[in-house]
């Protein structure tokens, strides 16, 4: 009794890490389909912020953190965009990816 219990532990413990392994492999994943552009101008200082879903067919939810130049205030959201599909997320001096997931179809 007490090997059986033993057994199904084991097994319980190998689902979990194997679950956690593939949420983290797909996040690596749509990580890879995304990119963040500095392209356009806002003002003399700052240019348009976009993100970019390059792959073909999954949404993207993607967090992302920027910051206009010479100021002390960083912002921080997320935002979901299409496959194949830039979206327009503001203007900004520098930005970076947080994180990154495929959406819920």
Known sequence: MMRRIA?????TIVA??????STA??????????????EGVCDANNS???????????NIVASLR????NSKRVATDQFQ??????????CAANADIVSATYAAQ
């Open 7 to 11: 057994e199904l532990s084991s097994a």
């Open 16 to 21: 979990v890490i194997m679950s956690l392994a």
């Open 25 to 38: 492999h797909a996040e690596d994943d749509s990580i890879k389909s995304i990119e963040l552009l500095l």
């Open 48 to 58: 348009k912020l976009w993100l970019v879903n390059n792959h073909d067919s999954k």
């Open 66 to 69: 920027w910051s206009l130049k």
């Open 81 to 90: 965009v299409a496959p194949r599909a830039r979206l327009e997320i503001g």
